[in-house]
């Protein structure tokens, strides 16, 4: 999965005299980005910087903090550093380096999916350093799917596929491409430039070649194949209603059978939206929580007053609405229809509706 979408956290390591003061400045630019710490060696121990005798100790104690890291002097010092803490791309920080003279931002480690190229360049835009960034799509102007995928706040499955479809561009040789809605390519010039030049191609899924690079991005399941990048747009809301007492499996189950049924993905799951007396119960929260999915909490009032729900005369009794997850699912996508209306076991029921807003403008 892509991960949260938050402030980022950024800690600055330095070295020297000079390297706090540049650490300072950077500090006071990234202050309302979200949370900044400074780290220097006990000699250099001054207000608003917090002190470590070693380096590998600090970062044993600091690397999974931080979602971004930058060492304010010499490259081989960050890269002894972070060596024994680093895992895969999709799960590593940022982490980006910068001499005391601020003079270079390099990208180090994460370029696209942890954002160390995008740190890079902030880092130039705060002191003026150049930014070096070696990935080699960045270098030849291409298109990071990866990177794109976690700009547009996307969920992605088989990542190693990314690094076929960067090397398949890099060689000027075409990648498949199954977006139809432009949620993750339509607005990006340099994949528009590529779908005109031939290298990215438009391809359905009845065309589509297994064994060949591609990119499959869509709110419906599809395109597992081991060559196949998956991208899945967060555009799926759901409306849920549950009896008092439904468990959490038999929640989740409901969930997850209607999604197999019709084919959808559940890492498309934007949010899920229920009735506000639905707040403290057990079964629905611990559901919500093993989903990993945000709740939106409606009173009956706003769930009553969507025309285009269905309408229950005993549901309306017990909730104060005639509808709740019809309802809930239109009040979330700010749309006017479902794709999935009302489905219902014994004691629960979900709903399911396409977002507009989530199109990334298109």
Not at 57 to 79: E, M, N
Not at 122 to 131: D, K, P, Q, V
Not at 174 to 185: A, H, T, Y
Request: hydrophobic letters at 50%.
């Amino acid at each position: 999965m892509t991960r949260p979408a938050r402030a980022a956290s950024t800690a600055l390591y330095v070295f020297s005299t000079a390297g706090l003061a540049l650490a300072r400045r950077i500090a006071a630019g990234m202050a309302a980005g979200g949370r900044v710490e400074i780290y220097a060696p006990a000699r250099l121990q001054a207000p608003g910087v917090t002190p470590f005798s070693s380096i590998h100790t600090q970062l044993a104690q600091s690397f999974a903090q931080f979602r971004r890291h930058v060492f304010v002097g010499a490259a081989g010092i960050a890269v002894r550093a972070i060596a024994p803490h680093l895992r895969n791309k999709a799960a590593d920080p940022a982490v980006a380096v910068l001499d005391q003279e601020g003079r270079f931002a390099i990208s180090l480690v994460s370029g696209h999916m942890g954002g160390a190229n995008e740190l890079a360049r902030e880092l130039e835009r705060l002191t003026g350093a150049a930014a070096v960034i070696t990935t080699g799509t960045d270098a030849a102007g291409l298109p990071a799917v990866d990177q794109l995928a976690v700009e547009r706040g996307m969920a992605v499955a088989n990542l190693p596929a990314a690094k076929a479809v960067s090397a398949a561009l890099l060689e000027g040789r075409p990648v498949q491409i199954f977006d139809p809605e432009g949620r993750l390519f339509g607005g990006d010039d340099a994949a528009v430039a590529l779908m005109a030049s031939g290298l990215l191609v438009p391809t359905a899924p009845e065309g589509w070649e297994p064994a060949q690079p591609g990119v499959w991005c869509h709110w419906r399941s599809g395109g597992e194949h081991p060559a196949t990048f998956r991208v899945y747009p967060p555009c799926l809301h759901l409306g849920l209603g549950c009896r008092k007492g439904a468990a959490e499996g038999e929640i989740l189950a409901h969930i997850r059978t209607v999604f197999a049924r019709e084919a959808l993905a559940e890492r498309s799951i934007a949010r899920v939206g229920t009735a506000a007396i639905k707040r403290d119960d057990p079964g629905l929260c611990a559901a919500m929580q093993a989903l990993g999915a945000e709740v939106v909490f409606y009173e009956a009032e706003a769930l009553a007053a969507v025309q285009a729900a269905g309408q229950s005369e005993t549901v309306r009794r017990r909730v104060g609405t005639g509808s709740v997850c019809e309802a809930a699912a239109l009040l979330l996508a700010e749309v006017d229809d479902l794709i999935i209306p009302k489905t219902k076991t014994e004691r629960v029921t979900l709903a399911v509706a396409l977002g507009a807003s989530e199109r990334n403008g298109l």
